[in-house]
């Protein structure tokens, strides 16, 4: 009995000290983000930390002490005296570090926020470059171009200012017609920046404009192959409001073939009887944020199939990814 107290005392030491090293894990990649490091060494490459310390008049032993510490949490592997290498290298991982960046100030006033002192929209905004730069669902863009690709995709609107999208197509199908809508006049101007540096062939256009009021843009766009909305369907209506908003894209793109990309959150006391997991995490992480903004919350897999089905929209096929991703292909 003694032994089992001492072991499960053991185990929870670990675990409160593990939280606190990934605390301060993520911290530590958003400073090197914020300092331009991260985009150097998250190639995988061997980085000599001298180098760097040089390169960017760092604090030479607070630097050093920082790569030690990540390479003893296994994000950095230690090679030699002076070389590490970044071995948690994930195409994700920059995503990851501006979605948190965006929600920087937020985070940072937690207090305030949870007493109800300070609110979201009112107080302080997500910096939109960041979040669109950090979509978690970006992990489903080698699927979408893969069936552009199959399909013969020449022309796609994008609902919801998506960048890595952008990025993405300006590498694989350079020679595409690409719109994206967006209604921050600074975020506009930001992306069209972007859109500049990229290799991109075909015509290419960042519409200040409100994706949810197809009929204020519709007629400037005029027809094109494919819509995507990478979940950002949920954050334009509420849940009632759905099936209205799919129908006007039906309306005014007719002959379009839509690409939904959403989380499947099913109900949180559904989901609470399943093991621990990712799909509990995500939809954990998903609940609080979207109680921060005030937005509607993304819905489980039947409100949008039931959407689809009500909108005019006919489901051609239905693709689950993980994590909790799920999307919808209509025509």
Known sequence: MKDDFRVHKERTA??????????????????????????????GETFSAA?????????????FAVCEFLSEQEVFEKLGEDSFRFSTVDPAIKNFINYFLAYRELYNSLDQVIAGKRTYKEDFLREEVRYKEGRYASSVLPTLLSRFKELGT?????????????????????FCR??????????????????A???HEGSTTVLRAN???????????????????????????????????????????TGSRLFIVEFNIPDWDALRREPR???????????????????????????????????????????????????????
């Open 211 to 253: 994706a949810a009021k197809p009929d204020d843009f519709a007629g400037k766009i005029g027809s094109v192959q494919a819509i995507v909305g990478v979940t950002a369907f949920h954050d334009f209506c509420e849940k009632n409001d759905l099936v209205s908003l799919l129908a006007e894209y039906k309306k005014f793109f």
């Open 277 to 331: 997991g990712v799909a509990r995490y995500i939809a954990a992480i998903s609940k609080i944020t979207h109680h921060f903004k005030g937005n509607t919350t993304p819905q489980p897999k039947e409100v949008w199939l039931e959407a689809i089905e009500a909108s005019g929209w006919n489901l051609v096929r239905v693709k689950e990814m993980t994590p909790n991703l799920i999307i919808f292909e209509c025509e």
């Open 154 to 174: 020449q022309s796609i609107l994008d609902v919801g200012g998506n960048i890595p999208l952008m990025r993405a197509l300006s590498e694989e199908m350079p």
């Open 51 to 63: 180098q760097l310390v040089h390169e960017y008049s760092l604090n030479s032993g607070l630097f």
């Open 197 to 199: 540096g990229l290799l």
């Open 14 to 43: 670990i675990h409160n000290s593990q939280i606190c090293g990934d605390f301060l894990i993520v911290e530590f990649l958003m400073a090197l983000e914020q300092l331009g490091i991260l985009a150097k060494i998250s190639n």
């Open 178 to 195: 690409y719109i994206t809508i967006e209604k921050s006049s600074s975020v506009v101007e930001e992306m069209r920046e972007i859109m």
